[in-house]
C-alpha cells in the first residue's frame, strides 16, 4: 500500500507538469492559421483536465497512504507540505472553474509543483502518531488549514501574474527588482531541490558531533556539503568543512543541518537566475510580460480579491478555531502564544487588514497585489523558518 | 454617522479617532508586528523553568536577546502595552460598527427607487437604451435570479443579498463577544490553572475544586507509558532512523471522589466515588467545571528502600527493614535485641557549601539516612551514614547496613482546569464565523431601470466582485433583452 501511494504521487507530479506545459503553450501567440480564442480555450480545457487528473492522482496517493499509516497523512513536514501542495492544485482547479484563465495554471502548477517537490525532500517514512497527535483534530485542524492556505497562496498566484502584467518594463524600478526578486526566490525552491537531489544521487554524506541546547549530545547528518556547521560542533569525517558555524540562536531540530541547506538553496537560486537572465537578456518578468498582454488586469485583481474572499474564511476556521478547539483538549488551553499559534495569528491579521484595506479603503489592483505576495510570503514563514529557526510546539510539522 | 457630525469635546474626539477604518488598520498592524517580534527568541514562559531570565537571554542570545529582554518582549504578550493594543482595537471595533452599523441599516431601509439621474451616471456600470422592450419580461427575469423587486412610477429597483452588508457588523460583534470573554478570565471564580502530582496509590485533594458544597479528591492506580514496538511493521523504518523510542501513550488510570463539606477541622474526609476514568493525552477527565489533563509524569521514583543489618565480618543477616521514603519511622525493630534507629534523613541529599549534608527538597531522589545500629554485641549503637554509591562509618564498627531493595513507583502530572469563559469564547468565535462568511460569500447587488424621456436608463451596483456581477447582468441582457450595461471604470482606464 505505501508503495502504491508513492506511485501515485509520483504520477500526480508528473502530470500536474505536463498540465503545466499544455496552459504555457495555450498562452504562445504563435499559431498564425487557428482562430486565438479557440486556440487557448481547447488547450485551457487539456490543461485543466489535467490538473484535474492529476489531483485525482495526488487524492489516490492520500488515501492510500492514509491506510497504509492508519492515520491521517499530515502529521510531519513530508505529509504536510505535500497535502499543502494538493490542496493549492485543488483551490486552483476551484478558482480556474469560476475564472477560466490559463495563465492562472501557468502560474500555479508550477509552484504547487516546487511545494510538493519541496515536500519530498523531507523524511518520507511512514511514522507514528506521539500522544499529543492522537486524535481526530489532526485530520480536520491541519486539513482545513492546509486548504485555507491553498486558497490564499492563489491570490499570490494571481497578484503575482497581476503584477508581471502592469508593472512597467521599460525601465528599472523598484517594483521591477520586487518582481526579480520573487523569480529569484522561487528559482531558490528550484535550487533546493536540484542540490538536494544531486547529494542524494551521489549519496553525499558528512556528519558532526556537538552538544546542542538542551546539553545533549547531537550528530547530525547533512546530506549537502557542509558550508555552515554546527556551534561547537566537530566533523566526524574529513569531507569538505564547514566555513563558519551557524548562529547559536537558531534553536529547531536539527536547526544548523537546515540552515546550511538553507544557504544551498539562496546560492543555486542565484546561478540558476544568473544562467536564465543571461538566456533571457532581460528581467525574467520583461521576458514573461508579453504573453500576458491579453489579460484583463481587471480580472486578475478579481481572482485575486476572490481567492482571498473564500480562503479567509477557511484558513480561519482551520488555522485558529479548530486549532483552538485541539489546543483546549489537548495543552490544556486553547491559546498558549506558540510561535506557529502566533504566526497562524499574524496571517489571520494580515489577511483581516487586507480585506479592510480594499473593501474599505477602496485598494484595488497594485497595491492590492502587491498585499497578497506579503501574505504569501508571511505563510511561507511560517510553514518554512517557524520550523527552521524557532523551537515551539509544533516542531513535528 | 456621529463622527461626521458632533467633534467638540473630548469624548468626540475620542469617539472619531477609534471611528476611523484607517486607525482600526493600523492598530491591527501594530499587534501584527510586535506579535511577530515575540517570536524571535522564545517566550519567559517557554525557557527553561530553573533559569534567571535576566541572564538567560543575554547568554543564550546574545546582544540582540539581551535587547529583546531590556525592551520587555521576553513577555510580550502579558504586557500592558500588548494587552492596551488588544483593547484598543476593542474599542475601535465597537465603535467603528455603531458608527457605521446603523446609518447603513437606514440609509438601506428606507433607500428611494427612482434615483437622481447624476446618481444612476455616476455607477459603474450603466447603460442608456431606447425603450421598448417588455418591463414585464425584464421583471420575471430578474425574480428568476432571486432579486427583490421595487416598482415606483415604472422604475424598478432589483436587489438581492442585503444581508451580506451585515456581515462586517456580525463578524465584529463575535470579535468583541471574543474578546470580553477572553477577559473575564481575570475575574475571580472564571478561571483556575493548577498543577497536581500524584503517585500511584496515593489519594489527594484536587486543588482548585474547593466550594461550600466540598471537594473533589483523586486516587491515582496507575500510570501507563507505552512506547512504539520498533518491530511494529508499519513503523519500523521512521523508528529506525530516530533511534529513540516514540511514545505511544501516556495514561493515568485514576477514580475521582467527592467529599462532603467537613465541620470539624482536620477531620478525614468521607469520600464518595464519582467515577473510574483513564486519563490520557487528548482525553481529559472533564466533571462539573473542571477538567483534568495528562500533561506529565516521572517513572519508577524511589518509594520504598529496603535495607539488611548484616554484620560486617561474618556477612550474616540479622533482619531486613523497608523504609518508607516518605513517611519514615524513626525506630525500626528485627527482634532478639537487635534495631536500627534513623537519626536523620536526607531524601534529596547534597552537601551544602559548608560541605554539610542538606536535602535539596523532600522529593527522594537521592534519598540518604545516618542510621544507629543497635545489637546485644553492640548495646551503645554504632553510627553509619547510609546513601546511594556513598556509605561512611565511624571508625571500627561491626555491623553495617547494605542496600537489598528498592521499590518505585510512577507519578503522573495533571493539570487541574476550570474555564468559564469558554462558552462566551466559543459563541463569540461562532458568531464571527458565521458574519465572516454572510460577508464575503454573498455580495449585495442592486439594479436601477429608470424610464426617462422616452430611453431607458440601467445602472448596477455591488460592494465587491464586479466580475460576478458583470457576468450576472451579460445573462440577464440576454434574457430580458434589456442592454448590457457598460463598466465605465474601463472606459476610463482605456
Not at chain 2, 432 to 446: A, S
Request: with cysteine; hydrophobic share 45%.
Amino acid at each position: 500500500m505505501a508503495e502504491l501511494s508513492s506511485t501515485l504521487l509520483y504520477i500526480a507530479f508528473i502530470i500536474y507538469l505536463i498540465a503545466t506545459l499544455v496552459f504555457a503553450m495555450s498562452l504562445s501567440d504563435k499559431k498564425g492559421k487557428e482562430n486565438k480564442a479557440a486556440y487557448t480555450r481547447r488547450w485551457g480545457r487539456v490543461g485543466y483536465a489535467l490538473s484535474i487528473l492529476g489531483f485525482i492522482s495526488q487524492l489516490g496517493y492520500f488515501v492510500t497512504r492514509w491506510i497504509a499509516s492508519g492515520h491521517a497523512p499530515v502529521s510531519n513536514l513530508f505529509e504536510f507540505t505535500t497535502f499543502f501542495g494538493m490542496m493549492m492544485v485543488f483551490a486552483f482547479i476551484l478558482l480556474y472553474g469560476i475564472y477560466k484563465t490559463n495563465a492562472l495554471g501557468v502560474f500555479a502548477m508550477p509552484i504547487a509543483l516546487l511545494v510538493i517537490a519541496y515536500a519530498s525532500m523531507f523524511p518520507k517514512d511512514i511514522a507514528p502518531l506521539i500522544p499529543a497527535l492522537q486524535s481526530d483534530w489532526l485530520k480536520i485542524h491541519v486539513t482545513t488549514a492546509a486548504l485555507g492556505e491553498g486558497i490564499l497562496s492563489i491570490s499570490f498566484v494571481a497578484g503575482l501574474i497581476f503584477l508581471i502584467r502592469v508593472v512597467d518594463q521599460t525601465r528599472s524600478t523598484k517594483k521591477t527588482k520586487m518582481l526579480e526578486i520573487i523569480m529569484y526566490f522561487l528559482l531558490c525552491v528550484f535550487g533546493f531541490i536540484l542540490v538536494s537531489a544531486i547529494s542524494a544521487a551521489a549519496g553525499y554524506e558528512t556528519s558532526f558531533n556537538f552538544t546542542d541546547k538542551k546539553d545533549q549530545k547531537v550528530e547530525l547528518t547533512y546530506n549537502v556539503p557542509a558550508l555552515v556547521g554546527p556551534p561547537n560542533g566537530t566533523q566526524a569525517d574529513d569531507h569538505f568543512g564547514p566555513l563558519v558555524a551557524s548562529p547559536s540562536w537558531m534553536n529547531g531540530e536539527q536547526a544548523p543541518r537546515k540552515f546550511n541547506t538553507f544557504i544551498w538553496s539562496l546560492l543555486t537560486g542565484g546561478v540558476l537566475y544568473g544562467i536564465v537572465r543571461l538566456i533571457l537578456r532581460k528581467r525574467i518578468s520583461a521576458a514573461i510580460q508579453p504573453k500576458l498582454m491579453n489579460l484583463k488586469p481587471d480580472l486578475l485583481d478579481e481572482i485575486s480579491y476572490r481567492s482571498v474572499a473564500i480562503g479567509f474564511p477557511v484558513f480561519t476556521l482551520g488555522a485558529l478555531i479548530f486549532a483552538m478547539i485541539w489546543a483546549q483538549e489537548a495543552w490544556t488551553r486553547f491559546w498558549g502564544w506558540d510561535p506557529k499559534e502566533v504566526w497562524a495569528l499574524i496571517t489571520f491579521l494580515f489577511y483581516a487588514a487586507y480585506l479592510h484595506f480594499r473593501l474599505s479603503r477602496g485598494w484595488h489592483g497594485e497595491k492590492s497585489a502587491w498585499l497578497c505576495v506579503i501574505g504569501f510570503v508571511i505563510i511561507m514563514f511560517n510553514l518554512i523558518a517557524v520550523n527552521l529557526v524557532i523551537s515551539g510546539l509544533h516542531s513535528y510539522a | 454617522m456621529r463622527s461626521q457630525t458632533y467633534n467638540k469635546t473630548m469624548v468626540d474626539k475620542i469617539w472619531n479617532f477609534f471611528s476611523s477604518v484607517k486607525v482600526g488598520i493600523w492598530i491591527i498592524i501594530v499587534i501584527l508586528i510586535a506579535a511577530a517580534i515575540g517570536t524571535i527568541f522564545p517566550q519567559e514562559m517557554y525557557i527553561p523553568p530553573n533559569v534567571d531570565p535576566t541572564t538567560y537571554y543575554k547568554e543564550e542570545y546574545g546582544t540582540p536577546g539581551q535587547i529583546f529582554y531590556l525592551l520587555g518582549f521576553h513577555n510580550l504578550y502579558g504586557s500592558w502595552w500588548f494587552l492596551l493594543l488588544l483593547a484598543a482595537l476593542g474599542i475601535s471595533l465597537i465603535i467603528v460598527s455603531i458608527d457605521r452599523g446603523f446609518p447603513l441599516y437606514r440609509a438601506l431601509k428606507y433607500q428611494r427607487v427612482t434615483r437622481h439621474e447624476s446618481f444612476m451616471k455616476r455607477q459603474r456600470l450603466f447603460a442608456v437604451s431606447d425603450s421598448g422592450i417588455s418591463m414585464d419580461r425584464v421583471k420575471r427575469v430578474l425574480a428568476k435570479k432571486h432579486y427583490k423587486i421595487k416598482e415606483d412610477n415604472g422604475n424598478i429597483l432589483a436587489e438581492k443579498n442585503r444581508f451580506s452588508r451585515w456581515g462586517p457588523y456580525v463578524n465584529h460583534a463575535g470579535l468583541i463577544i471574543f474578546l470580553i470573554g477572553a477577559m473575564l478570565r481575570f475575574f475571580p471564580g472564571m478561571y483556575t490553572d493548577q498543577t497536581l502530582w500524584i503517585r500511584e496509590g496515593e489519594t489527594v485533594a484536587v486543588p482548585g475544586t474547593k466550594t461550600e458544597d466540598g471537594q473533589y479528591y483523586l486516587k491515582n492506580h496507575k500510570f501507563i507509558m507505552e512506547l512504539y514496538d520498533k518491530k511494529d511493521k508499519d513503523y519500523s523504518a521512521a523508528l529506525d532512523k530516530t533511534g529513540n523510542p516514540v511514545p505511544k501513550n501516556y495514561q493515568s488510570n485514576v477514580t475521582l471522589y467527592h467529599a462532603g463539606p467537613s465541620d470539624v477541622v482536620g477531620a478525614k474526609p468521607e469520600l464518595k466515588k464519582e467515577r473510574d476514568a483513564k486519563i490520557k493525552v487528548n482525553e481529559p477527565l472533564s466533571f462539573n467545571d473542571y477538567s483534568l489533563y495528562q500533561v506529565d509524569f516521572k517513572l519508577n521514583e524511589f518509594h520504598r528502600m529496603n535495607l539488611k543489618l548484616e554484620n560486617k565480618k561474618s556477612g550474616k543477616s540479622y533482619g531486613e527493614i523497608k523504609v518508607n521514603l516518605f513517611n519514615p519511622k524513626s525506630t525500626y525493630v528485627l527482634g532478639n535485641g537487635y534495631k536500627v534507629e534513623m537519626v536523620e534523613y536526607f531524601p534529596n541529599f547534597k552537601l551544602d557549601e559548608n560541605d554539610q549534608p542538606t536535602t535539596e527538597n523532600s522529593v527522594p531522589d537521592n534519598p540518604a539516612f545516618v542510621f544507629k545500629m543497635f545489637t546485644p554485641e553492640t548495646p551503645k549503637g554504632e553510627t553509619a551514614f547510609i546513601g546511594i554509591r556513598k556509605n561512611v562509618e565511624a571508625g571500627d564498627n561491626k555491623y553495617k547496613m547494605s542496600f537489598s531493595g528498592i521499590e518505585t513507583k510512577n507519578v503522573s502530572a495533571l493539570t487541574v482546569k476550570k474555564d468559564k469563559t469558554l462558552p462566551i469564547i466559543i459563541i463569540g468565535g461562532i458568531i464571527f464565523m458565521l458574519g465572516v462568511v454572510q460577508g464575503l460569500y454573498w455580495n449585495h447587488r442592486r439594479i436601477w431601470i429608470q424610464q426617462r424621456n422616452g430611453q431607458l436608463w440601467i445602472a448596477a451596483h455591488t460592494n465587491k466582485n464586479w466580475f460576478g456581477l458583470k457576468r450576472e447582468m451579460q445573462n440577464i441582457s440576454e434574457d430580458s433583452g434589456l442592454v448590457m450595461p457598460i463598466d465605465q471604470s474601463d472606459e476610463k482606464s482605456a
